[in-house]
């Protein structure tokens, strides 16, 4: 099993910055690629950033392309995702998620992850 436990997220005005944490336990965390995931009410989760294991290859969704920024720190077990110019777009809970391996493009898929995290809210007010 693996634990991860989102943190970070808050109210901020339009364009700001935030940065997201996620502290994973329980297993080796570089046993897996980790991905954050999103889901605005009334809508379905979905794929923000992705990145290996090791850090090398990291993958963004079209809305969040220069925008947000996707990193791990191996030794901390943690990974984060700083986010850049936020609109109101960007309301949304946010999930971390881990996962055994990413094959192809799987890393947008929500069934390539194997353990989630409780998410945590960011708010972008106008």
């Known amino acids: 099993q693996v634990q991860l436990v989102e943190s970070g997220g808050g109210l901020v005005q339009a364009g700001g910055s935030l940065r997201l944490s996620c502290v994973a336990s329980?297993?080796?965390?570089?046993?897996?690629?980790m991905g954050w995931f999103r889901q605005a009410p009334g809508k379905e989760r979905e794929f923000v950033a992705a990145?290996?294991?090791?850090?090398?290859?990291?993958y963004y969704a079209d809305s969040v392309k220069g925008r947000f920024t996707i990193s791990r720190d191996n030794a901390k077990s943690t990974v984060y995702l700083k986010m850049n110019s936020l609109n109101s777009e960007d309301t949304a809970v946010y999930y971390c998620?881990?996962?055994?391996?990413?094959?192809?493009?799987?890393?947008?898929?929500?069934?390539?992850?194997?353990?989630w995290g409780q998410g945590t809210q960011v708010t972008v007010s106008s």
């Open positions: 329980g297993r080796t965390f570089t046993n897996y690629d």
């Open positions: 990145i290996t294991w090791t850090g090398y290859s990291t």
């Open positions: 998620a881990a996962a055994r391996n990413f094959f192809g493009d799987t890393y947008s898929h929500e069934g390539t992850y194997d353990y």
